[in-house]
């Protein structure tokens, strides 16, 4: 029996991940910048024994579907190939997130799971290399790697693909990202299959490529220059990019729920009322805004006007992947 443990925390894309250039080995189209948070993980455990006859998944102690277990397999498939190992094993992961739904991200999930395997098998992975084992399970898993601001280099190659720090002189710890749930309960497209739709149909699709490496490149410079309205600006800007692509998709399709819109006017709002705020959503309707933290209580009180306490809730820069005795 082999076993290992790792935690593993959720990142939020400032400029996103969206579109595969290789979907096998998940090579993004384009290069990806975000920051990981605190406030929400997962702990995975897995225990390789030569007494399983087959893989099994556990999320938060219920045994998972065999289309779930088939994704965990397929990862656990490649350690055991790159390993030349035979053994099946029992996945064991536990979101750490508030009880709303779409809060896990499979960021999280996948990343603590390639720590975990890399533990269990004594692989002594860098963190260069756990971040391309990550990548191949989930494409944002290779920046949950690494704690406050990472940036994914896109590469062209299995080998030359995988996140990194962002240098920051630790800026990330005057920010703070403010998640407003307005889960409308809709099944959203999963991030995986609403950017495959995307790249294969979108006619905005060139848009978003024409704009992303500059986007990239102006969130790194904010970033050094600790400038927070370029940072929030080119992070709202370069998400509503990457939304609009979707409407032009065949079928067309939108994460945007009626109270997404209105948190984004909300967020506006704020702004004209002298409150630097910036929004940014992923595959699916929540909204985050990134906030300087010395403002968090005025842009709370701000939104507790319209959103109940349950539906905000505060996350700030979190660490990198962490081991954990079994
Ligand atoms: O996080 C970002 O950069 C932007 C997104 O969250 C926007 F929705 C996409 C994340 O995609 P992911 O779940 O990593 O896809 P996979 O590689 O098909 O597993």
Redesign the pocket.
């Known amino acids: 029996m082999y076993a290992g443990k790792a935690r593993a925390y959720t ?3 400032l400029i ?3 579109g ?1 250039n290789d979907e096998h080995l ?1 090579l993004p189209m384009n290069s ?1 910048l ?1 920051l990981t948070l605190d406030a929400f993980y997962t702990e995975t455990s897995v225990y390789f024994d030569e007494t399983l006859t087959e893989d099994s998944f556990f999320l938060d102690g219920k045994q998972q579907d065999s289309k779930q277990t088939a994704k965990i397999s397929k990862f656990l498939d490649l350690v055991r190939q790159q390993q030349n190992l035979a053994l099946f094993a029992k996945v064991d992961s536990k979101n750490f997130v508030p009880t709303a739904a779409g809060l896990a991200s ?2 999280s999930g996948l990343a603590a799971l390639a720590g975990a395997c890399s533990d269990a098998l004594n692989l002594q992975l860098t963190k260069t290399e756990l971040s391309r084992l990550a990548r191949r399970g ?4 290779c920046r949950s790697i690494f704690g406050g601001f990472a940036e994914w280099q896109k590469g062209d190659s299995d080998q030359t693909s995988f996140a990194q720090t962002v240098p920051s002189d630790n800026w990330e710890n005057e920010l703070a990202m403010l998640f407003v749930l307005v889960d409308d309960g809709m099944k959203d497209i999963s ?2 299959d ?2 495959k739709r995307t790249v294969d149909t979108s006619s905005f699709y060139s848009g978003w490529l024409d704009n992303v490496e500059a986007d990239l490149a102006v969130a790194k410079q904010a970033i050094k220059e600790k400038d927070f309205n370029k940072l929030g600006q080119v992070t709202e800007a370069n998400g509503l990019r ?1 939304h609009g692509t979707t409407l032009a998709a065949v079928p067309p399709f939108t994460y945007w729920s009626p109270d997404s819109l209105k948190v984004m006017q909300l967020v506006r709002l704020a702004r004209q009322k002298g409150l630097p705020c910036y929004f940014t959503m ?2 699916g309707p929540n909204v985050k805004i990134l906030v300087e933290k010395k403002n968090l209580p005025a842009l709370k009180l701000f939104l507790s006007e319209h959103f109940s306490k349950e539906q905000l809730i505060t996350a700030y820069a979190g660490p990198g992947i962490e081991g954990i005795p079994v």
């Open positions: 990142n939020i894309a996103k991940y969206w595969k998940i990806s975000s499979s960021a989930s494409g944002s898993a991030s995986r609403g950017m990457m992923d595959a």
